[in-house]
Structures are given as C-alpha cells and as structure tokens.
C-alpha cells in the first residue's frame, strides 16, 4: 500500500494506493482513491490526474513480457471522479460534473548499462450518463464540451548515470484530444507536477506537452539506508485550446528553471523539494510566479 500527500502553495491533494497480486503471476489490480482540494497533479503517474474533486478508481495490470532488461505491461482501467469546476480557468462558467474514464494503458521499461528508459501510451474513452454526467452537465461546466470523449496520453523519460555519481534524467508527457474537454479533464502544465515555479495548472487546456531536464549531484548522505540528492532542473509546458471563442488564445506556453532536494529513507519514505524560477509566463498572473513544492510519499 502507499500513499502520498502533495502541498502546493495554498492546495493540494492526498492519494492512496492499494495493490493486489492477481492470479496470474506478474499481474496486479490496483485500487486507488484521492481527493484535490486545488487542481495538483500526480507527478509519479503516465499522466497526472488533475483538477478539484474526488476520484475513485480500479486498473488490472497484465504482465506482457519480462527479462533481464525489459517489462512490458497492458492495463485496463475503470474510474469515476467527480470534479469540482468553479469557472476559474479561462473563464468557464462552472458546475460540478462527474466522468466515468476507462483506459487501456501500455507501457515498458528497459535498463542498459549506464540508465534506464521507461515510456507509456494511453487511451481514454469517457462514458456519459448518471449524476452530473450527462451532456447538458457537461455544457453548463464548458459550453461545447464533449460528454462522451476521447483522449490519448504519452508519457516517456530517460535516466542516466554520469562520471563520478552524477545523473541526469529527461522527461516528456503529453496529451492529445480533437474534443472539447470540462477543466478537470484538461492537460495542466504548472505546478510541481509539471512546471514548476507556477501553482498548480496555471495554464490548463484540451491538448498540451510538458518536458522536464534534471541534473542530480552525487549522493549527499553517508548513511547507505538513505538517498540524498540535489539537483537543477529547467521545465517547459505548451496547451493548445479546441475549437476556441472569440478572444481566446489558441495556444499558451511557460517555462522555469529552479533546484531542487531529494531525500528517501529505503523504500518507504521519499520526500522531494523543489523551488521554481519563471523564465516565461506572458499569461499568468505576477503572484503565481516562483514558488515552492513540496511531496512526500509513504509506502508499506
């Protein structure tokens, strides 16, 4: 079981994960529950569910294939969140909505000798229907949104390992939908999740991409149960807007650079720490430039 508690200038969310070994050896079912009180997003998933609310949820994850330097997996999965949408991105003019997500996830990892690989594709198809999940709920929450949408997520990152314990770790995510997506739905590219030096979903819109570089120094703590690290790191996030109104911008972008700290104690607690600077960001606000964020996850 884990869980995780994220804190984001003023919001922020806790998340709980429970895993079950599955009949089939190397298959896992996995229930998981959360709560948003702002719009934080998970960094540690393909891509982060996001947005104010409630989220409920079950994923069966079937073992593809396995060797010394390679996992591949297939996921199906099943979910309701009920988003909480107060019409204060873009000016939306609100209205709780509830979606009900299934998925089909595939995803791999590779190791080679001095890294590790890791990359996942996602399709989403939400079904309509129920409490606050018909269209006209849909369209009181974002004239022309779609109820019964699609969406396609990628995620990938490269890690490797550099001259005297150095490392440096590249990530890309992205999400890409021809809809018209509620808020809660929309790809988010601020906040520690994605862009850091920016709260939480700054820019949200219906597609976007998110890419993070890092540089870890070598490790700081002499005691071998813990992992200290520090590191730099520069990030950029791109939204791009369907089908906008008048007056709109179609699409938006923002970047930063900031250092960061990364504490862990064996497998059980991680802690990370990370202060933004914003380098571009024409479309937010002075006061949500430069911020701190703060993660700590659990697992037993």
């Known amino acids: 079981m884990s869980a995780a508690v994220g804190l984001d200038n003023g919001g922020g969310g806790v998340r709980l994960d429970y895993r079950l070994p599955a009949a089939t050896p190397g298959d896992t079912l996995d229930l998981y529950g959360g709560y948003n009180q702002s719009d934080y997003a998970w960094k540690e998933r393909a891509w982060p569910e996001g947005g104010k609310g409630a989220l409920l949820g079950a994923r069966y994850s079937q073992l593809l294939g396995k060797s010394a330097g390679h996992e591949s997996r297939l996921s199906y999965g099943a979910g309701v969140k009920a ?49 606050r999940g018909g269209q006209d709920d849909f369209s009181r929450a974002r004239p022309g949104a779609d109820a019964d949408y ?7 990152s490269l890690t490797r390992q550099l001259p005297r314990d150095f490392q440096v770790r590249a990530a890309l995510n992205g999400q890409y939908t021809r809809d018209v997506l509620v808020p809660g739905e929309q790809v988010g590219v601020g906040g520690g999740a994605q862009v850091r030096g920016f709260s939480a979903r700054d820019l949200a819109n219906d597609s976007g991409l998110a890419a993070n570089v890092e540089l870890y120094s070598p490790q700081l703590c002499g005691d071998a149960r813990w992992h200290c690290r520090a590191l730099v790191f520069y990030d950029k996030g791109l939204v791009k807007r369907n089908r906008e109104q008048g007056g709109e911008l179609r699409t938006k972008a923002i970047g930063s650079v900031g250092v960061g700290l990364r504490f862990g104690v064996s497998r059980d607690v991680d802690v990370q720490v990370d202060y933004g600077h914003v380098l571009r960001s024409s479309q937010v606000p002075l006061q949500d430039k430069n911020r701190l964020h703060i993660r700590v996850g659990l697992s037993w």
């Open 83 to 131: 988003f909480r949408v107060d019409g204060a991105q873009d000016g939306e003019p609100g209205g709780d909505v509830t979606v009900h997500p299934l998925t089909v996830n595939y995803s791999g990892n590779w190791l080679f000798a001095r890294g590790e690989a890791s990359g996942s594709v996602t399709v989403l198809r939400n079904v309509s229907g129920g409490p």
């Open 150 to 156: 699609s969406i396609v997520r990628l995620a990938a």
